[in-house]
């Protein structure tokens, strides 16, 4: 028997367990090594099911980080698991659950620190120029 067998055996074992609201089938996976092929992430991650897609970061501001998108929540909270703190390359990996709700909220308040931003902006025009016709009015 290979290692997958093992791991599917152990994965479908757990099936009828309720799972946590924040496990889902997309992990999100930091301190990659840089040089990293795509194909040893599937090497790794695929021990432990069927992946539906791997999204490696390419910026500077993503580089060493990925989505692995699973087929199955089961087969991805065994690859969590399993993976948390797992030695690649000499880097230790951190995986986490990718959280929707948690990048929209830093989305949204982005945006409306953007918002205060340009109306502060504004707002300082506006007081200028009143200040500027005051000092003509009075000359």
């Keep these: 028997m ?3 067998m093992e791991v599917s055996s152990s994965v479908f074992r757990h099936r009828n367990q309720r799972l946590p609201p924040e496990v889902n089938r997309i ?3 930091k301190n990659l090594p840089f040089n990293i ?3 040893e992430l599937y090497d790794v991650f695929g021990r ?3 992946i539906r897609q791997i999204r490696k970061g390419v910026t500077m501001d993503t580089r060493g980080t990925a989505f692995v998108i699973y087929e199955d ?3 991805a909270k065994a690859a969590l698991e399993a993976l948390s703190g797992f030695n690649v390359k000499g880097r230790y990996l951190v ?4 959280q929707r709700e948690k990048i929209q909220k830093k989305k949204d308040l982005d945006k409306e620190r953007a918002l205060a931003q340009k109306l502060k902006e504004q707002a300082l025009k506006k007081q ?3 200040s500027i016709k005051s000092q003509k ?3």
């Design 37 to 39: 092929k795509d194909q």
């Design 27 to 29: 992990l999100y996976v």
């Design 128 to 130: 200028q120029a009143d």
């Design 73 to 75: 929540i089961y087969e």
């Design 2 to 4: 290979n290692d997958t």
């Design 137 to 139: 009015r009075s000359a």
């Design 95 to 98: 995986v986490l659950y990718h």
């Design 48 to 50: 432990y099911g069927a």
